[in-house]
């Protein structure tokens, strides 16, 4: 068994290219294999199993002083043996018993790692050989390459991910690039800005698979980088011509996937077929609905096989398990189906979202906003799916349902009302809707055109809708379109027009509706003088949505307060509002609420002339909001309101000055950032900053300092870490300083901290 590695059939296959760096996942990999014997590296064709089963071996081979093995069953039918190719390749035909037999006495006590690749046609053969060799032969190891799992009990998976893609702010060359780079080097040796930017591009697109982004270099040759990105809307015809010592399936994209789909029965090849249509996430919610009616297969068991043949792949999320798919495989699914079970599976992704916002809309004033925010937010590919369907079929109520059930949430919430405008411009071309949703669409668009200026757009989309509303007789409409109306005129008539549109909409709290008619109110209570019964009335609503659970509301109107409040010069009020606000939308987990709230805040420090503070908070808000502002992105006709922020803070400060503040702000990470909004000073030691030491309002030293380490947004565990304490105890020190304050959350023991810090600073 010590026969010299070069010699010795069934050693390593050597590498002609270079092994694009993945020390990270190896290392973890070297882990995995050092507390168990089989190791099963799984994953989807193209991911690189076979190349990081290589590395892997040879990064281990010291352990192994008997040698190591390599066996390659892609050549082993479904009706062929595995014992047979594996007693070929290692020479142990000749050993008494039978196949199975012969193997275990050829490894017989000794210490050595054996490779299987390909096990995923081969499956139950490769579990039932790998289950003899490990009871029979016990110094062995097995790594098995394979897009399905073996499912025997001592199997440890152990997932290979595709490669590394560069991420927003682009720096070196992310793996993936590194690959691209260096399979195109000879043809591009020193890329352009521009061919970078395509390839890193390329790179996403193709989800950073090894394979495909080998078939797209060699493509080089031919056709630029921005050429190979451009026709990469057709991945499948343009990823082929592999190298021809490659295995048939490594030849193309297609052959690579077409391997999997032959492994997957006929109700799985339908549930892909099936859910290709989605371009975003989903979760088993969708699956059952997409695949259920009485289908012949349990949708829990049908999701566990697909992931088990490495054809789903589970994606992170925080709230929900979700599901999705490689692009190349998602469009080997649609190239799969035929033009009926398209339409047939585009329209049942249709109602799944008609359902899904209807579900949404209902249960939006309530406490699981935080929720539907990030659903909205991963599923908002395929909700941009489901609109363009309608529209491409011609279905203009459709699209306008799909559009106005979740305008709230979908759009406005999250900072898209540009987005809106466009896909409501695109369905008003079919033309107008006769039903409530087109007038409710008409009345968004109309707003959407008084905030760009658009003021004639404006006043024609109104009256279409006031007409249109009264023609369907839906009073929720003519509601919409009379807050609409009393917004636009400002004129002391407004008040009866919104008293009237409350009455329509069912009376005070009866519906608290997406046109929000009460804040409306307050808004006009205020601009006609009475600015008591709006601050009464304001803070009426924000108890009552707080009760309600309804945070986000809460937060909005809190920040009109404190917006209020900054226009009268009350600039302790309106960073106290503000602030409240800003807690309220870190619970919901909402950067553009957050950043929303952080850029009105700098508006106030502006106003109490601490330049520098609104320098930073601008700089904070830049990356959501860019130059134009966060609130711009929200409400059109506010777009002036950053230049003015940032003219009166970059003239006093300075452009020096200035810059350098911004820079500081724009540097920090998004606790950080939500913790300086709240009044923590910058990380680093700003001078006059209070010792930690020192007992602040009740609390000990201790509790005083994880406080501290709470307002900078850290968690139980970071505060721990940083403190050289348990984790049980620093959590034991976040519950009595709640405590002995009267708080309930977090986030109010944050701004506490920071406004004692801003206090003795």
């Known amino acids: 068994m010590a026969e010299p590695e070069r010699r010795r059939p069934g050693a ?5 290219s270079s092994f694009v760096d993945r020390r990270t996942q190896l290392a973890a990999a070297r882990a995995a294999l050092g507390e168990t014997r089989l190791l099963t590296l799984l994953g989807p064709g193209g991911v690189g199993k076979t190349r990081f089963a290589i590395r892997l071996a040879q990064s281990v081979r010291r352990l192994y002083p008997d040698g190591l093995w390599f066996i390659d069953l892609s050549g082993v039918s479904t009706s062929g043996s595995v014992v047979d190719e594996v007693n070929r390749i290692i020479g142990a035909q000749g050993a008494s018993g039978d196949g199975t037999e012969s193997i275990a006495q050829f490894f017989g006590n000794g210490i050595g790692l054996l490779v299987l690749d390909n096990c995923e046609q081969v499956a139950r053969q490769c579990a039932e050989l790998v289950g003899k060799i490990l009871v029979e032969c016990p110094g062995i190891s097995v790594i098995a390459t394979s897009r399905a799992v073996l499912r025997i009990a001592p199997e440890r998976i152990f997932e290979v991910e595709p490669l590394e893609v560069p991420g927003s702010k682009r720096g070196a060359p992310s793996p993936a690039m590194s690959l691209f780079l260096d399979r195109s080097a000879a043809v591009l040796p020193e890329p352009s800005p521009a061919e970078m930017d395509a390839i890193a591009e390329i790179c996403i697109r193709l989800d950073g698979m090894p394979l495909a982004i080998e078939l797209a270099a060699a493509r080089v040759r031919v056709i630029s980088p921005a050429q190979i990105l451009e026709r990469l809307a057709e991945p499948l015809s343009l990823l082929a011509g592999g190298v021809r010592d490659a295995p048939d399936r490594q030849q193309t994209i297609r052959a690579a996937i077409t391997w999997s789909y032959d492994l997957c029965t006929e109700v799985e090849r339908d549930a892909l077929r099936r859910m290709s249509v989605f371009t975003g996430s989903w979760d088993l919610e969708a699956v059952e609905w997409m695949c259920g009616s009485g289908r012949d297969c349990d949708t829990l068991d049908l999701v566990q096989s697909l992931l088990d043949k490495s054809i789903l792949s589970r994606r992170p999320s925080s709230h929900v398990a979700y599901f999705g798919m490689l692009d190349t495989v998602r469009r080997f699914g649609i190239e799969q189906s035929t033009p009926e079970e398209l339409h047939e599976a585009r329209s ?6 008609f359902a899904r916002l209807t579900r949404l809309e ?12 990030a659903t909205t937010r991963t599923e908002l590919p395929n909700i941009r799916s489901a609109i363009g369907f309608c529209i491409a079929a011609g279905d203009a109520p459709a699209a306008a349902r799909l559009l106005i059930t979740g305008w709230r949430v979908v759009w406005q919430a ?6 809106l405008y466009r896909w409501s411009l ?53 509601a919409m379109v009379a807050g609409a109306r009393a917004h636009i005129e400002h004129s002391p008539r407004s008040m009866g027009i919104l008293l009237e549109a409350l009455r329509l909409e069912g009376g005070t709290n009866a519906n608290p509706a997406r046109s929000n008619l009460e804040e409306a109110i307050a808004i006009a209570e205020f601009g006609l003088g009475d600015e008591s019964a709006a601050a009464k009335r304001r803070e009426a609503l924000v108890a009552r949505s707080i009760r309600a659970g309804d945070s986000f509301e809460a937060a909005i109107m809190l920040t009109n307060s404190g917006t209020i409040a900054t226009t009268r010069g009350d600039f302790d009020s309106a960073v106290r ?11 919901l987990e909402d950067p553009f609420a957050i950043a929303m709230s952080e850029e009105t805040l700098a508006g106030a420090a502006a106003g109490q002339r601490d330049f520098v503070r609104a320098a930073t908070l601008l700089g904070i808000t830049d990356g959501v909001g860019g130059s134009a502002g966060v609130l711009a992105s929200y409400a059109p006709n506010t777009r002036g309101i950053r230049s003015a922020i940032v003219e009166s803070t970059s003239s006093s400060l300075g452009e020096q000055a200035y810059a350098a503040a911004f820079a500081r702000g724009a540097a920090l990470t998004p606790a950080e950032g939500i913790a300086y909004a709240l009044g923590a000073q910058l990380p680093g030691g700003a001078t006059g900053r209070r010792s930690s030491s020192v007992p602040v309002g009740g609390l000990s030293a201790r509790e005083s300092q994880v406080a501290a380490l709470v307002g900078q947004g850290l968690t139980d565990r970071q505060i721990a870490e940083r403190l050289v304490i348990s984790r049980r105890t620093a959590e034991g020190h976040v519950a009595n300083s709640l405590t002995k304050l009267g708080f309930t959350s977090r986030t109010q023991l944050a701004a506490w901290s920071a406004r004692s810090e801003a206090t003795s600073g």
């Open 12 to 16: 390593l296959p050597p590498e002609y």
């Open 348 to 353: 049942r992704m249709r109602d799944w979202y």
């Open 362 to 373: 209902a249960d939006w004033f309530a406490p699981n906003q935080a929720y539907w925010l």
């Open 414 to 419: 999250s900072g898209r009302m540009d987005e």
């Open 426 to 478: 695109g369905v008003l071309d079919l033309g107008i809707p006769q039903t409530p949703e087109g007038a409710q669409l008409l009345t968004v668009l109309a707003m959407s055109a008084f905030g760009r200026g658009e003021v004639e757009a404006g006043v024609s989309r109104l009256a279409l809708a006031e007409e249109l509303a009264e023609r369907v007789d839906d009073d929720f409409s003519r």
């Open 577 to 587: 509002l503000l602030r409240q606000a800003l807690s309220l939308n870190q619970n």
